[in-house]
């Protein structure tokens, strides 16, 4: 019975902890967050003034917050309207931010998004296929890995690579792939770090690449960064680059070994593989982060790969052996796992 009074309980704060997830969502997109960040404390009132929403709602999302503790209320006996509340400055970086690599504001979109997928995920556990595509609207796809591209990838993590880093500073001006590129902001962090190189990002996603090519030139890179819809699988893929990166998604794409054949086939000295940290060997029960992984393995990136009929289905949780036979199946003479990691993330160099 104690077994199953703390899976009760554990369930019941689940329960709770997916709402409040849910609470971040509506005060990221309607830019609650941003709007206590950016013009200080607030009463019901004035926060919907602010943002043009209804106020007995803002109300319920703002004593919502302050039991749970994400923003302080400064009188909780004063009139419900008339409470001041504040985003504390602690929290500034995680829910206002998004340029910040503490920025967790993404996370109740991610969550939205992945409930609206749950009777075609049903569906697809059944027939063994993949569920639709997902549409892009209403709030588009979360750009979780963006500040930590911007902040790590060209300034900590390839300046590790004594190597590769060297290469990407000198001439002949290096060219890069960046395959499975997303909303390109892991291309745009490695243009901004090495001014000299050129970086050709590669997805699927139609408009994920729309969307990377408007961050290209507002930020000012177009002429150094392009990108294009492309499978990455694909042995046609032409070119010469000194570094091919697949960042945080060969255990996404489909059949994996023919994505790192093509990059293979494309790359000069030198490749890096970017992946999730996950455990080296299948233990039970596991880690908190081990918990986190398989779960989006469930609900995103296994489901996403089922679709081809010839695919791996690798799932989120790829161990280091299952991607040194990739690389092997592949050509690779050699898999590196760098000696350098962060919270969520393994590197790997793979070597021609």
Known sequence: MDRTNALVERLFRNAGAALELYAVYLGEQLGLYRALAEHGPATSVELA?????????????????????????????AAP?????????????????????????????????????????VEAYCTGAAPPHQPWEPEGRAEFNRPTYLNLLGKQWLPAIPEIDQRLRSDPPARVADFACGT????????????????????LDQDAIAAASRHARDTGLSDRVSFSVANASDAAQSGQFELVTILEALHDIPRPVDALRSARQLLAPGGSVLDELVEDEFTAPASELERYHYGWSLMSCLPEAMGDPESAATGAVMRPATLRRYATEAGFAETRILPFQTALFRFYRLIP
Do not use: F
């Open 49 to 77: 003034g602010r943002t043009r929403t209804d106020e007995r709602y803002i109300r319920e999302w703002l004593e919502h917050h302050a039991v749970s503790g994400l923003v302080d209320v400064d009188d909780t006996t």
């Open 81 to 121: 309207t008339e409470r001041r509340y504040t985003l504390p400055p602690e929290h500034v970086p995680v829910l206002a931010d998004p340029d910040n690599v503490d920025y967790h504001g993404y996370k109740g979109v991610e969550l939205a998004r992945a409930a609206r997928m749950l009777p075609d995920l």
């Open 184 to 203: 390109g902001w892991s291309s745009i962090a490695m243009a901004r770090a090495y001014p000299r190189i050129a970086v050709h990002g590669l997805d």
